[in-house]
Each structure stands twice: as C-alpha cells, then as structure tokens.
C-alpha cells in the first residue's frame, strides 16, 4: 500500500487557527458590538485571515490552497468514502473540510469588510497633534460658515443623511447575517471534527495541537 502522512499543521496555521477563534468567540460573546474592544478584535482576526492567505501561497506543502483546492467533486467522493466505511488519510484538509474552510474565510472576510465599512479605524484613535491644532484654529470660521448656510442646506443635508443612514443600515444587516452565519459553519465544523475523530481516531485534533508530531502509516 502506498505510504501517506497524516496531517501535522504547522506553527503558524495553528497560530492562525486559534487566534481566529478565539477572536470570532470573543466578539460574539464577550465584547460589547460597536466598541472599542469589538473593532480591534476585528482587526486583529482580519489581520492573523490576510496572514493565513498570505501562508496559503508561501507556506509549508500542507497549508497551500493547492493541497486543498475546493472541489464539489472531490466532496461528493468523500461522501462515498464514508458512507462505504472506507478511511482515507489526508496530509491537509479532506474535501469536505476544504470547502468549510472557505466557506469559514468567505463569511469572515465578509464580517470584517462590513465592519470596517461601518466604523473605520476604532473609536479612541488619537488625532495627530498637527491635525488637531490646524482644526482648532479653522473651527470658528468653519463654524460661522456652515451657520450661515445651515437654513439654505437643510433639505440638500437630510437627503443626504438618509442615504447615508441607509446605507449604513444595509452594512449591518449583513454584517449581522454574515456574522451568524460564521457561528453556524462554526458549529457544523466542530461536529464535522467530532465525527473524523470518531472514524479515524485522534490524530486530527492532535495535529492542530501544539507540539503534534508527524506519523506515517503503510
């Protein structure tokens, strides 16, 4: 029989992995929605997402989008493998998996992009020194101006802010939908992992733990 490797995820998609998920946790249960704390968590997991991609061309063998391109096809092979009993080692994610995967990092891209359209950097960012001491010394001449036009511009201003406010409407939506989502594909991956490990054994947690080794089978 031909020899396979079983999995041993590198340092860094573990490092990814892990803090990906405890940020995706952290903001949903711990933090409050719009802070501070929300919005920097936020960066941070689309930081440590761009880093994974980033590691899915330059990494090791195991962590590259070619080890496991998403293929419905593959999928749908996989699915008779298992409904045959039939156990097939994968040196990174098998089929099914692949395609949570990028269902995982789709919906994540989405929550991030939505977040950062809604709120741009994080409340509590301090304005540059210069910047503020060239407002302060315009705000009472802008402030003059924009009481000499206010009548004139009221109804030009409310369109504008309803736009505005609709827009801003429809980036929470989906934010809030993509979000959910998220925990859904979540929760169905971890029962995906539940059952692997009861058909195949441990060694697919083991190989996201820190210090897992790599075996080889005949």
């Known amino acids: 029989?031909?020899?396979?490797?079983?999995?041993?995820?590198d340092p860094l998609v573990k490092l990814t992995h892990w803090g990906v998920a405890a940020g995706v946790v952290a903001n949903g249960l711990v933090s409050e929605e719009g802070s501070g704390l929300h919005q920097w968590v936020g960066y941070g997991v689309?930081?440590?997402?761009?880093?994974?991609?980033a590691w899915g061309v330059f990494g090791s063998p195991e962590a590259r989008f070619s080890a496991f391109?998403?293929?419905p096809g593959r999928a749908v092979a996989h699915v008779r493998d298992i409904l045959a009993g039939k156990v097939v080692a994968h040196r990174s994610h098998n089929p099914l998996g692949a395609l949570m995967v990028y269902a995982l990092w789709?919906?994540?891209?989405?929550?991030i992009a939505t977040g950062v359209a809604m709120t741009g950097l994080p409340s509590g960012t301090p304005m540059p020194v210069a910047t503020a001491g060239a407002s302060s010394g315009m705000e009472t001449s802008a402030r003059e101006a924009h009481e000499a036009d206010e009548d004139g511009e009221t109804g030009e201003q409310g369109g504008e802010d309803g736009d505005a406010g609709g827009e801003d409407e429809l980036m929470e939506e989906i934010h809030e939908v993509a979000a959910n989502l998220v925990f859904v594909l979540a929760?169905?991956?971890?029962?995906?992992?539940?059952?692997?490990?009861?058909?195949?054994?441990?060694?697919?947690?083991?190989?996201?733990?820190?210090?897992?080794s790599r075996s080889r089978e005949d």
């Open 187 to 212: 929760a169905l991956h971890l029962l995906g992992v539940v059952f692997e490990t009861r058909r195949s054994g441990g060694q697919i947690v083991k190989a996201m733990l820190p210090g897992g």
């Open 69 to 71: 391109p998403p293929s």
């Open 1 to 9: 029989m031909p020899v396979q490797s079983r999995r041993n995820w």
């Open 46 to 53: 689309g930081a440590l997402l761009l880093l994974r991609w």
């Open 106 to 111: 789709a919906s994540l891209a989405v929550v």
